[in-house]
């Protein structure tokens, strides 16, 4: 019964319309509303024309456990910003064992330590409407990162606008289609992080190497590519192979040349790339 009720919740939070509406003494509140969702895990944003919004934020565990967060307040928004004034919390933490019951907390104030983003720029992109938050937001990555990281990533390998990340967004009204994104929009010192074109490189050579992880050896091949910083090569720039869904992320960079670290776990058989073969961040 208890997963039942999950799935219903998931299903409420995420399977209603961009404008949606909350019934509170026979009144109708329009609302908009922004989403995404991962891997166990997503989050929305409802903004209801009385001023007001609530923010929820899920995380669950592969074999039980998790949480459920919801924050209330009131909000401020203009063309390019928007802000939450943050009021109350409302917190549900999910057992590992199902038949265990969950653990509320209910707070009429919001600890820095429970906090969600609250500031947002507004991104108008096609017929999609985004929420970034330049702060750094926890993820299944490595690396810190925030909503540009992974917006840009996202932009320049072509996943967007078809599909979307871990970062708020909603379908807008009005239809656009083909258009460029508007780089002005995007906060100045994260502009960098947006290709204007794809870049193409191709590899120049490649040897085995092993490096020790907490005392054991782990293979990898070092890949060298012909673009470096002086063609806007940068860390973590991820680039692809030809009708492939591997990403090869950039380790290293110098003026010319710069170099992919894979391990050997990435190829199923054995290393297959080939000197002169051509890599992309973005093939179509």
């Known amino acids: ?41 997503g989050g929305s944003l409802y903004l209801l024309n009385n001023g007001k919004f ?26 390019s910003d928007l802000i939450l004034n943050e009021k109350r919390i409302e917190l549900e933490k999910l057992p590992i064992d199902f038949s265990e019951k969950s653990d509320f907390l209910k ?4 600890p820095d330590s429970l906090k969600l983003n609250n500031k947002f720029k507004i991104i108008n992109w096609n017929n999609f409407e985004y929420l970034l938050s330049e ?3 926890e993820g299944w990555s490595y690396r810190e990162l925030n909503d540009f990281d992974r917006f ?46 794809p870049i193409k490189a191709k590899i120049v050579g490649f040897k085995k190497k092993v490096e020790i992880i907490e005392k054991e050896d782990y293979e990898y091949w070092l890949v060298e ?13 991820d680039f692809k192979r030809r009708n492939e869904y591997n990403l090869f992320t950039i380790n290293s960079v110098l003026e ?12 199923q058989n054995k290393m ?4 002169g073969e051509e890599l992309r961040t973005k093939w179509n």
């Open 1 to 41: 019964m208890r997963i039942l009720f999950r799935i219903l919740l998931i299903s409420l939070i995420f399977g209603c319309k961009n404008r949606t509406s909350f019934s509170d003494s026979n009144e109708t509140i329009d609302t908009l509303k922004y989403s995404y969702k991962g891997f166990n895990n």
């Open 54 to 79: 609530i923010h929820t934020k899920f995380v669950y565990g592969c074999t039980g456990g998790g949480e459920i967060k919801q924050i209330f307040g009131d909000y401020k928004r203009d063309k």
């Open 107 to 110: 707070l009429n104030s919001v």
């Open 135 to 137: 702060n750094i937001t």
């Open 152 to 197: 840009s990533n996202n932009y320049n390998s072509g996943y967007e606008p078809e599909n979307s990340g871990m970062y708020l967004r909603r379908r807008a009204d009005s239809v656009k289609m083909n258009e460029k994104l508007n780089l002005n929009q995007v906060p100045t010192k994260w502009r960098d992080l947006f290709l204007e074109e």
């Open 225 to 237: 590519i012909d673009k470096g910083k002086k063609q806007k090569i940068r860390k973590f720039l």
């Open 256 to 267: 010319n040349k710069s170099f992919i670290k894979i391990y050997d776990h990435t190829f």
């Open 272 to 275: 297959d790339l080939k000197i």
